[in-house]
């Protein structure tokens, strides 16, 4: 069994695979890292290895304890990937959205795909049907455009997440509501919109933890899953196995 982690900017997320069917999921943050990993490996004996990627804080020497017991895989930009990476500085590219790339190309061969990663950033990467990793876009998340504009004023309340009933925001939770949730619906699918100027085919995946409130609001058609960087941790591992 495999044991998938990843090391976001906000939250760690950690995922159980037995081959390729993921068992439990976790979330977590990083001060309770080494009793979760110990939580989980002593649930699930059977993890022979754990494979890390991180754009966070945490290195590679932050899991040594681990490789006396089982095998240690920490993605880095070295590691074997199916695809050409035209990034001009390849050495740049976040961990994360190699792996994302690994995981579209592995599931979803022969075709264009865009992946979009709501997280707190949000990402955007293409490759092209032939593996070509193009390189996307880079803007802030949600709860990041929340934080910024609390933050960066001196009036603004900090709010969390809300759809807004009515595009013409009417009071000042309404209008900030308007300004992030729908602001970043549209920005969705105006990068869409510039992609299919240029494609006319591509499968469009959705993931990270706004996944779920964008799907449904999105206009394209697109494949949401959660949990895609998670089990493409697992593929990126299999692959580099073979
Ligand atoms: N329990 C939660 N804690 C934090 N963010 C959450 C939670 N549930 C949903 N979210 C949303 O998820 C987004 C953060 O996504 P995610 O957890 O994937 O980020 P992350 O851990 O920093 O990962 P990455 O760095 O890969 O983006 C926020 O914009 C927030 O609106
Ligand atoms: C953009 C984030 C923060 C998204 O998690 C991460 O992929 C990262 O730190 N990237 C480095 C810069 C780049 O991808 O070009
Ligand atoms: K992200």
Redesign the pocket.
Known sequence: MVLAI????????AAVFKESTLIDVL?FDQKELISKIDFILDKFEKITTMVIAS??NLKKTDFLKYSSKITVFYITNKDKFPFTNLYSTPETL?I?RMVLACGAVLQFPNQNRLVI???????YDFIDSNNNYLGGAISA??????EALHQYTAKLPLL??EYPENFIGNSTHDSIHSGVAQGVIHEIDGFIAQYKEQYAKFIIIL?????E?LAERLKNTIFAN?NF?LESLNQTFQYNQK
């Open positions: 990843d090391i976001g900017n906000t939250r760690i997320k979330f754009v966070g976040g994360d990663d709501a997280g707190t950033c949000i990402t998340g949600i709860k990041l455009r929340y969390s997440r993931t990270g933890g706004d996944a409130f959660s960087l």
